[in-house]
């Protein structure tokens, strides 16, 4: 229990403590903050006051930078400690609760704080591991006999992705514009999206690397990774479509991926290990584990029309259907030597379930536009159109106990 | 003419004056140079002593920086005059020659100097914009009929690759290991590249960047840019054919990428700007060019094999022969709205010639190992064996006057 009010349904509960980035209008300058209920904590003011001692951890300095990349860079042995001491310091019992004037400088109404991008990522990757969803998309773009590639049951297949446009929760980005066919087996025109989409996707950010060369072993990957964020990775399917054979997917996902402002830690997800999806063929050694590494996460698809006044939720998923885990994916990103960095954002790919209402994509649930979505209000949907709003949800539950995501929020703008 | 001696051959002439990044063993701060003809010239150490001055630039600040991020960000308005005055600086009636002291400072024999890469690249992008290069590879990764994808001549196909590998010219990088199939038709093995290779390109860095949601228009593309190098994106061709199917390379590249010190401008490229290839079908609006953006930039590939004792050309091309341009790469990039950043890498994807000498990669230099090349010696390569090193070389030249790029140099070790 915490001092401060924590509503039973609150994602940010004492078991939570995620880590972000805010500013308020007083004091405009970026730091570091954890969340709690309905609440930020500031954790700048709160080493500044001597509260935060932990060994090997300057809070002072590390909570006053603008992104978490320092916080993150000094490794599970001080991240396990610290998140244990604010714990402490926001419990019933903490002697915080009696210092008035920290707690009005420190414990902020969110409604009063502006979060910011939680990292400087370095590099971002995506990865394709949701067996439903690859198969999905196969059978769209390539048909049934061709839906998913000999490789994909071997190794957790990936791209690189654009680490300039991940912005933060609440951005708005406009229609992307470019080249796509609109008459089949015509040339290309140039014009905005028809067929802006959202994915449903987490993504865990790299606290500790590895040297160029080096390689991170599958069974001490999740000591490496520092948290889990939701992820929307919008997508323009009529640009990708055309684009993307043979490199990949580039302009038609470049335009803006969005992020949840609060980083929720490895710890605090801990309790919600599940076993994940038998794999079959056996993974090669370098990716097979030896304990369980999915995770159990609801997760939620909310979709307001820009005629509506209503979010409606449109899919509801779990991250424990992803095919290979983050462990995996860690391992395989850097079997060939390749070097990972503090602030690296790593996506899931987008979490399909087995059903069709636990799709991650609207391509999915409108099997490519060929029915409709129908919200709140008798208002259909294909794709995305100009003004509507996404919300990602994502939240585990336990004997009693929540620890969740809060929102990945986003909005289409027309096209400039 | 410039008061240092610069030998007729030498790619570092006074009419060249790139930008790069170095230290000394006196001084191991790293800090801005240009370089001319055997020496490098310490630009930090002239702007300290106040010898360059040019509005908009604090010369001291941005010269003592350990990357050149900071003068690129400054944008064309300054590049110009300050390259001008370096020039002038440096010229045989400079008044540097007669001061002795700071000459002894400033001007540093390249042996006693160590280069570093000279930028934080925050997104590196691998274009693929050889029409010989794109067919040849076609034609071996999945036959003659689907060699050149009906995409290809419309746009400046481009994929994202890693940031975090891009080194600087000298690194030595460790011959990748993951998966490949060893027996066409088996299950894939895991194990060391047995297809290792290079690839000649030559990338731009971005100067400066545009707003997200923004566009780059193709006819002030050049004015983002500051300036380009030879780059060799190693290619582990076994790990990239079987995993790029459908998301692109990944492993089979993001090991290392190599990039040359010396960042020559555009300004010094200009008197080098030819007309490209013929573009059918016409391109649309927003990448078509009112003048010439090709450059006739001569370019070479070396190899000198762990067992021989000196380097072989093995190959001879031209970036003349680029289909798509720089400038509507650039503008591709961002009509979609994506944001570039100062230090953003963009590469131009191998560039190969018409004819079978001057290809820019091992695969089709060997037709994926159908046969071998023959170095001197008489010692034969398919692919790079452990110890092998590369050089790629370019460099321009026209009415005696001569810009180029230097040495990206290269040793893959074997394997961990
Ligand atoms: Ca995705
Ligand atoms: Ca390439
Ligand atoms: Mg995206
Ligand atoms: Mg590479
Ligand atoms: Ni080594």
Redesign the interface.
């Known amino acids: 229990m915490s001092f401060i009010e924590v509503k039973p349904d609150s994602d940010f509960s004492i078991h939570n403590i995620p880590f972000g980035v805010i500013s308020t209008a007083e004091n405009p300058t970026r730091r570091v903050a954890t969340r709690i209920g309905d609440y930020a904590v500031d954790l700048s003011a709160l080493a500044q006051a001597g509260l935060i001692n932990v060994p090997g951890l300057d809070a002072a300095k590390v909570f006053a930078q603008p992104s978490l990349n320092l916080y993150m860079s000094l490794g599970k042995a001080v991240w396990t400690p610290t998140r244990l001491a604010i714990q402490k310091l926001l419990s019933s019992s903490s002697a915080l609760r009696d210092n008035a004037a920290l707690v009005a400088q420190a414990v902020l109404p969110i409604a009063k704080v502006q979060t910011h991008l939680a990292a400087e990522i370095?590099?971002y990757t995506d990865f394709?591991a949701s067996k439903e969803h690859a198969t999905n998309v196969?059978i769209m773009?390539?048909g049934k006999e061709n839906a998913l590639?000999p490789?994909w049951t071997?190794?957790p297949?990936?791209?690189?992705?654009?680490?300039?446009?991940v912005?933060n929760s609440g951005t708005q980005?406009?229609r992307?514009?470019?080249?796509r066919v609109v008459v089949k087996g015509e040339?290309?025109q140039?014009g905005p999206s028809l067929r802006m989409d959202c994915e449903l996707e987490m993504a865990f950010l790299v606290g500790t690397g590895n040297a160029?060369?080096?390689?991170i072993d599958v069974n001490k990957a999740k000591d490496h990774m520092f948290g889990v964020v939701l992820m929307n990775d919008w997508s323009?399917r009529d640009?990708q479509a055309?684009?993307?054979?043979?490199?990949?997917?580039?302009?038609?996902k470049?335009?803006?991926t969005t992020i949840s402002s609060w980083v929720v830690t490895m710890d605090a997800l801990e309790p919600f290990l599940v076993q994940g999806p038998h794999q079959e063929?056996k993974p090669?050694?370098?990716l097979a584990e030896s304990s369980p590494s999915a995770y159990d996460i609801k997760l939620e698809v909310q979709l307001k029309p820009a005629e509506g006044n209503e979010f409606s939720v449109i899919s509801r998923s779990n991250l424990k259907y992803m095919y290979w885990s983050f462990a995996q994916q860690l391992a395989?990103?850097t079997?060939?030597?390749?070097?990972?960095?503090t602030g690296?954002l790593c996506g899931s790919g987008t979490i399909s379930g087995p059903t069709e209402d636990s799709y991650g994509s609207l391509l999915e649930l409108t099997w490519s536009g060929a029915k409709e979505l129908e919200l709140a209000g008798g208002i259909k949907r294909k794709f995305l159109q100009d003004n509507d709003e996404m919300i990602l949800a994502g939240w585990c539950e336990k004997d009693g106990v929540r620890v969740g995501f809060g929102q990945c929020h986003g909005k289409i703008l027309p096209a400039?």
């Open positions: 370095g590099d394709y196969g773009f390539r590639m490789n071997h190794l297949v990936g791209y690189h992705g654009r680490a300039s446009s912005v980005l406009h992307p514009k470019g080249q040339d290309p140039y160029l060369g080096s390689s323009a640009i055309w684009e993307y054979v043979p490199l990949g997917p580039f302009l038609g470049n335009f803006g063929p090669l050694p370098y395989h990103h079997v060939n030597g390749c070097n990972m960095r690296d400039l």
